[in-house]
């Protein structure tokens, strides 16, 4: 298959185009959104050159299921999914913070941690902690929401008193927070998996707050296997892990790290395919379900769109 990295779409209704690093958003008439979910790839906030075959429907796929799986806490900006690519969803106003939660001392917070800072984001974390470790409870770590180039870690008190989220609000989207990754880590548990961490956004529509974007999905969240997590945690090695760390660790071992000078690693077609495969890998293990290859195009993309469209006037 031959990934589709770029979309020119003109659906009817359509008033306008964001493309993000890795979703074309489609606004229909201001009252619709048509995601596109692409099969680029990004890393240290770079897109690489080329695209990953299926990882479009694979992201949206997920993000579909965990969708539907947390509507019972708060409603959510999907209305359908038109194609394995695709979710047409309600035009919220996003807050412009994103809620970032961490139930384990990974990734960004144990660098932070590492480097013997023991406050993230206003929130104490306990001395004598080793990476990877699980937190007493999981600890909420927002960032304010950046346009272009790297979200910025910010306290909540700071959030409260920018004027970017009113108190009352806030402590809405704090509850959210913790109920759907709870819920997000009784569904990886079933499946054998540890949610590590994860990032959700949020809007308002109507004056009600709606669950907004890509839920627990890969690209989003960081998963351990949780066989062999206290032995390893033990040993101090490093865990199993589902996310697309694995893309990373290619990049830095070929000395790409995002930094100005540094040059994207030649992507063979056997780079490409190995990431498709590592994909599809991800989505069988977090959904649980045989992740099936259907065909796909820009053409039939927009046909199926378009019909569905159709359907909501």
């Known amino acids: 298959m031959k990934a589709i990295v770029k979309t020119g779409f003109n659906f009817p209704g359509q008033v306008g185009k964001y493309v993000g690093k890795v979703r074309d958003v489609y606004d ?98 306990p001395d004598g902690m080793v990476e990877n470790q699980k937190f007493p409870e999981p600890i909420i770590t927002p960032t304010s929401k950046a346009m272009e180039g790297h979200d910025e870690d910010v306290t909540r008190e700071e959030i409260i008193s920018s004027g970017l989220v009113g108190a009352e609000d806030y402590a809405k989207l704090e509850e959210y927070t913790r109920a759907i990754f709870q819920r997000g880590t009784e569904m990886a548990a079933e499946q054998g998996l540890i949610l590590v961490d994860t990032k959700y956004e949020f809007g308002r529509r109507d004056g009600r707050i709606y669950l907004m974007d890509e839920v627990h999905t890969p690209d989003s969240s960081r998963y351990f296997y949780a066989e062999g997590y206290e032995e390893r945690l033990a040993k101090g090695e490093r865990q199993k892990q589902l996310s697309k760390e694995f893309v990373r660790e290619w990049l830095m071992s070929n000395g790409f790290q995002g930094l100005e000078g540094q040059k994207v690693p030649e992507m063979t077609p056997d780079v490409v395919n190995g990431i498709t495969e590592r994909y599809i890998e991800l989505y069988e293990k977090i959904t649980g379900e045989r992740f099936v290859r259907e065909d796909y195009s820009e053409e039939s993309i927009g046909a199926n769109v378009t019909a569905f469209l159709a359907g909501l006037k």
């Open 28 to 125: 229909i008439d201001g009252d619709y959104l048509v995601m596109v979910v692409s099969d680029r790839i990004s890393a240290f906030d770079v897109v690489l050159p080329e695209g990953i075959p299926y990882k479009g429907q694979i992201l949206n796929r997920i993000a579909a299921k965990f969708l539907d799986a947390t509507g019972d806490i708060l409603p959510n900006w999907k209305i359908g999914v038109p194609d394995p690519a695709v979710t047409v969803g309600l035009k919220c106003d996003p807050f412009k913070v994103e809620m970032v939660i961490r139930g384990y001392l990974a990734g960004h917070a144990w660098r932070e941690y590492k480097a013997g800072k023991r406050t993230l984001c206003g929130v104490r974390l």
